[in-house]
């Protein structure tokens, strides 16, 4: 068929790829199709980028928003084929963090201009809710303006509501691949993409702010499996999307995969911009281990948070969920400053005061 008789038909399949972006960005959304072209295709990656910065510009301007990780434990109870921590790799050396390590953390961040404090940690039994929830209000006590974010996996409606219920204001779960056949293939029978997708709409049920967000090029992958991650965001509707590349770890079953894709990354990184406009997306730590330059290429991309580490140095080795993870060595006031540094070059500016949030809440940063 030509192109006249497929205009002449009601059919016009925009072929173009700059067409392609362009319906992306006017629709936020594109047929199942087209996307598979553009998560594929390099080819007009500087218009895809350009485009995905420009709407990133007109939410947020040139602001970047930094949130401080706190890795508090690294035991957990789940064994997924990917992760360094998984409770089989008998090779890591296993921490936990007390409440005072925490809270110095916090004080620590606090002075650097942090306003959001992410507790983040493996499904670790240790840390009972009542633990969880003392330290949480704890934290909100000596800082009622910011911001509390958990990450400690799946638990109970209960459990989150208890947390919700001390003041934790978001919750970050991943929910890693949309494809159960692909989720199966990530993890053990233990676990299942119901649960995790459950646990979502509790945490959204409850009140959280709720970040999700899957790895790129995680084994077995496909495009459509991307897609699907797409369209499960779409009904999520959350209020951040973390993704990065998938880093082998040495001690894993899936030690000898490849790794994702670093453009695949950036692409999807935009295509996110594109089809959430006002959605808060990091340029993660393993978007900055896959390439020296990974972040300021995610946040050229679309990208506009930065998510550096406040645990202790000595503690940081042990949480490596990947090989070679960034930023081992560095104290938090070196991560600050480093990623000042990177931010200012790239024409941006992390911002660090309250209420600037140009969309439709006002969040504490
Ligand atoms: N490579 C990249 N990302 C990983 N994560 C866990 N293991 C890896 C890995 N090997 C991601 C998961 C998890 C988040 C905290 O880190 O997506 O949700
Ligand atoms: Fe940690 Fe650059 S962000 S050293």
Redesign the pocket.
């Known amino acids: 068929m030509t192109v006249m008789s497929l205009l002449a038909a009601g059919q016009f399949y925009r072929y173009n790829m700059t067409d392609l972006i362009e319906a992306l960005h006017k629709n936020k959304d594109l047929p199942d199709a087209e996307l598979k072209t553009i998560i594929e295709n390099g080819e007009c990656e500087q218009k895809l980028f350009e485009t995905a910065d420009s709407v990133r510009r007109s939410y947020y301007g040139t602001d970047v928003y930094i949130r401080g990780l706190i890795e508090f434990t690294n035991y957990c109870k789940n064994n997924c084929y ?3 921590i998984r409770r089989d790799n008998q090779k890591v050396e296993r921490y936990r963090l007390g409440k005072e390590e925490i809270l110095s953390c916090c004080k620590q961040g606090y002075a650097l201009g942090f306003r959001t404090f992410v507790l ?1 940690g493996g499904e670790d039994a240790a840390f009972s809710d009542e633990l969880i929830c003392g330290i949480v209000s704890e934290i909100k006590k000596l800082y009622p303006e910011c911001a509390v974010t958990l990450s400690l996996g799946e638990k109970s409606c209960g459990s989150y509501q208890s947390y919700f219920n001390a003041g934790a204001n978001r919750y970050l779960l ?1 929910h ?1 691949t949309a494809n159960t056949e692909h989720y199966r293939a990530l993890h053990p029978d233990s676990m299942s993409l119901e649960s995790r997708k459950q646990c979502l709409w509790n945490l959204k049920k409850i009140g959280y702010e709720v970040g999700s ?3 790129v090029g995680s084994p077995s992958q496909t495009t459509e499996c991307l897609i699907e991650d797409l369209r499960f965001l779409q009904e999520l509707q959350p209020d951040m999307i973390g993704i ?6 040495q001690n894993t079953p899936f030690r000898d995969q490849k790794n994702g894709d670093l453009h695949l990354c950036l692409r999807l990184i935009a295509i996110l911009r594109l089809m959430f406009p006002d959605i808060l997306l990091p340029a993660t730590t ?1 978007l900055g281990t896959i390439d020296v330059q990974g972040r300021e290429l995610g946040l050229t991309a679309g990208a506009n948070v930065l998510m550096p580490n406040l645990s202790p140095v000595n503690v940081r080795k042990q949480y490596e ?2 090989d070679n993870k960034i930023c081992i060595y560095e104290g938090a006031a070196q991560c600050r400053s480093c990623l000042e540094n990177k931010v200012e070059a790239m024409g941006y500016h992390i911002v660090t005061n309250i209420g600037n949030r140009k969309t439709k809440k006002i969040y504490v940063n």
Request: aromatic content about 22%; some cysteine.
């Open positions: 990917y992760c360094g983040q991943r890693e967000g899957f790895m990065g590349p998938y880093i082998a770890h393993a969920l990947y």
